[in-house]
């Protein structure tokens, strides 16, 4: 078995659990994200696999060695483990060079890492800075160096802790497909901890979606996407427009369409969530389906509905429009995410149907 | 070096396996060496803490009953109005004086930046006997103003009684300030530039900087400094004996010499120890939760306020104020009096006492620094209770009266030579020489089991300069404990390691009870010989020794200074 | 700035090592290996005063002496070292302190022929335990100008209201006042003295403080009028060449015996004395000493230099004692009122006398 392996782990501090009974398998080569809001116990994962924090409960596996085993007390320590981590607050050693905090873990007579080292700081370049101290870099550069420092190495695992929740967000993009490349050139099995969505999206190979110490759903990220398993992991994508109803006749009713709801009983409350991005102007164009979407589609009937405009806003990409169903101005108006540029005025009169795909109905307990 | 030399690519060398005999929290603790290892230095460190202990509660005298009639209470009164006294002052003029020297600029304000330690150099006892000496009645000053104002009898005039508490509290904020001034000091530099330009753009002046963010930043640094001078405060003897103020610790001695019970006197230096371990205690609760470390990982030089017209004058006056009195002015006093006995201060042994103080506070003196750093450092590996606990308390030696930790010095030793003694009689039928007990490592002992709070406090205060992810990094990245710590903790603290050596050094040069009671025969330190005249107040024929403990505690506290300064990333502005 | 703090850290560890190797472990060793020619003196007394004694010493017989002076601890270091004592004989400024090392056990009896014939049976213990080298007396000094003949004659007198704020005291808790305290409670009872104690309290001109010289300085400055000193220091003041102003206080003052009068017990008198410790690895040359400092160069040399009382019968004091004119010391057991010091401490206590006359 190769790659990172953790098998049901569960980690308290004092009184207080933080992970409980959490397996998570990485494959050499894949990267997995671990998405969740602060707190969840993503990090303290990512510190127990790493060997900084010593495993309670559950097994530790790298490779083919057993590194931390909970009940019978073994602990790997970190320097063994072969892994490299990447902090959110980069950690690069002030008194240190760049190129000497990168050549930090390697041993001093190997050339051959050497020539890798030099020739990763020319392709991410920071190339100029290589003899400099990481305070004159910026938070973009010392990212870089701080990856490279972790790789150097060659670790057989990689852990990131937020990686790049410090930069400045027009840097973000390019940066993470750097950062992408480069992991991917080392094939080490790579576990990434991240509390945004379109980040794992972007990056994972799968997501595992975390809320309090638990993992809630497993899959990738189209999975994860369209076959949300619970409203929590459906709202971890962004704000989610919720109707309340109860089941009749195994479906959901709403002004927007019936929506299917198999496995539960008649007469249960339901909470029906539209993403923003469900709503189609019914003269647009159609979208487009990749082909591993997977899951299966409740049955439903979308209904075409005549909605009120109260507000548009435009974001670049798309365009933010805000409308009510029934033109009463005090409820609490829909929102949805319209490609391009589309700005009706407010109180304009316009029909919509809604993508089933992107609607995700769940009990409500 | 890594570990990872030698193997394909990525691979762990294999397993590291431990035994689950230990439940969890202690089973981690028993086999780690490091902390093993802290653990063994600070019981050996703490034994004569413990020798303490035992022999307050080895007795069945009553000594509590007969104190809490009589005497008890002024003893508390007096020690807490001087322990307030000589807080809040240490702490007005230490922290006053780092931030004026650091944050701003007028004339004079390098100079002041290590002048303000000078002080540190002088000890307690000597500024005491220049303060009464200079302010008595036939002192200069007094003298001077009936020559100036023609008043004949003490009844004509009114000046502040020297020989009091006042005089005792301004003497001892005055020799105790640079402990609080050097880590106020080394906490403003460190502090993050972006943190004080927030302060100033949310239109703070410079006073509102200072308190609402520098001064509550640099809280810990401040708070260690303090606690430093209040230990001091309640240990000293010689001082307040001097100024005939009757402490806690004047009261252990009363017990032990006059009531001959030594066990009374260990009584009462338990009540001091719990009550420092409660101070120390609380103030660390209260400090829970926060983090001091710094939020921003660029540095750049320090802006500073520019003082002009009266601003700038006020500024020198204050911080010119307390090197005169702490440092210029007994220089001078003592190298008048060396002077003017020069025959007599002479002595023949003068260059071998010089030696001795200087060759026992060096070794002392680094010692204390290692020691430090191994404790702090297996403290931060293994974050458990126990281990911090155990530090704590082997650090409480600086809180106790000197003598009466001297007599806990001797009695683990005497065990010690006694157990070698017996081996050597059985085994080889001679007795052994005494090996420790009235031997310089008893002195160096006893300076380390007194001394450890300070190298230890200055250590601790430097590895907050390194965070706990600069720890996990080195350590995945290959370094074991001992390899991060020679390549990533060492390079970072050096700074800190050296403050440790300088400031212990100097305190060893000035020590004297724990060196008078261990000390071997026929040897003298420039303290000890000082001691002969000065208990008898005769310390014009000492004053030649007395200038020299003061001289050479001069270039370390340089050293200390330019320490501090070179150890802040990205400079000072100029 | 680097080089800089490698080279201080590297400098201050050689010279300790050099220096440490010098003068280190080695020492006691070498202390060992020339057992006989020395032994090891721990003194109350400091070194500068009985140096010329310990000098002239090892010049008549060759043997080193080395010295430890300390005011504390010395006890506890004797009784810790047990049966390895390091240290030969002790010399102390008190007869508290030879009564304290005698009840707890670590003094040598010692039987010495020499030691009976120079030391009067009441100035010694009767099992050779310790012996008395000197006696000093503890004296009035008083302002020539402001105070009468007559007025003072003892020291009950110092609790009469006439001398209100007009006594400079030391330290009640300072070991001379505490012996003269146990003096008061061996010759008049516990009760008495307290009454006396509290008297004197209420005479005090200022709290007490400074040493005995202080006391006379504060007569010269007009503090005050009256002060209790050791004579010696009288003798100290008067001759001292070095600070010129002590002569001026010594001028201020007159000394004057107390208690003379036939039916009183006499001036209060201390002892200073020495003792050979249990378990001393040089006994013989230790009771040498003792025997040298008893004998009539070292007791001339305790008079002439130091101004005290000297043991030796035939003994002359030194001239400006004896222009003082003789007086009657207290011959009370000193072994008895030292074994009241720890009451007499507890009395200064009670009657909170060092809080000074406001109180």
Redesign the interface.
Known sequence: MAGLHLNNVSHAFGDSSVVSGVSVFVAPGELVCLLGPSGCGKTTLL?VA???E?L?VGRVT??D???AEG???????????????M?????????LSVRDNIA????PG?AERRRWIDEALERVGVDQYRDA???ILSGGQ?QRVALL??LA????VM?LDEPFSGLDVTRRAEIRQQTLGLLKETE?ATLMVTHDPEEAMFMADRILVMAAGHIVQDGSPVDVYFNPTDAFVTRLFGPVNRMETAVAGGHASTPLGRFGTPGLADGRRVEVLFRPEAFRLLDGAVDVLPASAGGFQPACETTAATLTVVRARPLGRSSHVEFTVGGNATEEPLIARIPGVYLPAPGTLVSFMVDARQVHVFPMD | MSVLAGRPPGRPPGRFWRPAAFPLTLGRLALDPWVLGALAVAGFVAAPLLAVIWQALATSDDIWSHLAATVLPVYIRETLLLMTGVGVGTFIVGTGCAWLVTMCRFPGQRVLTWALLLPFAVPAYLLAFVATDQLEYAGTVQTGLRALFGWQRPGDYWFPEIRSLGGAVWVMTLALYPYVYLLARAAFLEQSVCVLEVSRTLGKTAWGSFFGVALPLARPAIVIGISLVLMETLNDFGTVDFFAVETFTVGIYDVWLNQSSIAGAAQLSLVLMVFVLALITAERLARRGRRFHHTSSRYQNLPSYRLTGLKAVLAFAACVLPVVIGFVIPALVLAGYAIRFHAETLSPRYLEFAANSLGLSAFAAIAAAVIGLVLAYAQRLSQHPAVNGVVRFAGIGYAVPASVLAVGVILPLSQLDEAMDGATMTLLGIPAPLLVSGTLAAVVYGYLVRFLALSHGAVEAGLTKVTPNMDGAARTLGAGPGGALKRVHFPLIRGSLMTAALLVFVDCMKELPLTLVLRPFDFDTLATFVYQYASDELFEEASLAALTIVAAGILPVILLSMTIVASRRGGTAP | MRTLETLGCLKKFCLGLTVLCGFGAAQPIAAQQAAAAEINLYSYRQPFLIQPLLDAFTAESGIKVRVVFAKKGMLERIRAAGRNNAADAVLTVDMGRLNELREAGVLAPVASPVLNANIPAHLRHPDGLWFALTTRARVALVSRERIGADELQSYEDLAEPRFKGRICMRSGKHAYNVALVAAMIHHKGADAARTWLKGLKANLARKPQGNDRAQAKAIYQGQCDVALANNYYMAKMATNEKKPEQKKWAAAVKLLYLNQGESQNGNHMNVSGAAVVKGAKHPAAAVKLLEFLSDAEAQRIYAEVNHEYPVKPGVRMSDLVRSWGAFKPDTADIEAIAKLRRRASRLVDEVRFNNGPTS
């Open positions: 510190r790493a060997g900084l010593t309670q790298i490779g060695d057993i590194v009940q019978q007390m073994q602990h790997t320590p970190p320097e063994r483990r072969g892994v490299g981590l902090f959110q607050d980069f950690a690069l050693f002030p008194h930090f873990g390697i041993e190997d101290y990481p305070h010392q420092r972790a190495p060659r670790p057989q852990l080490a």
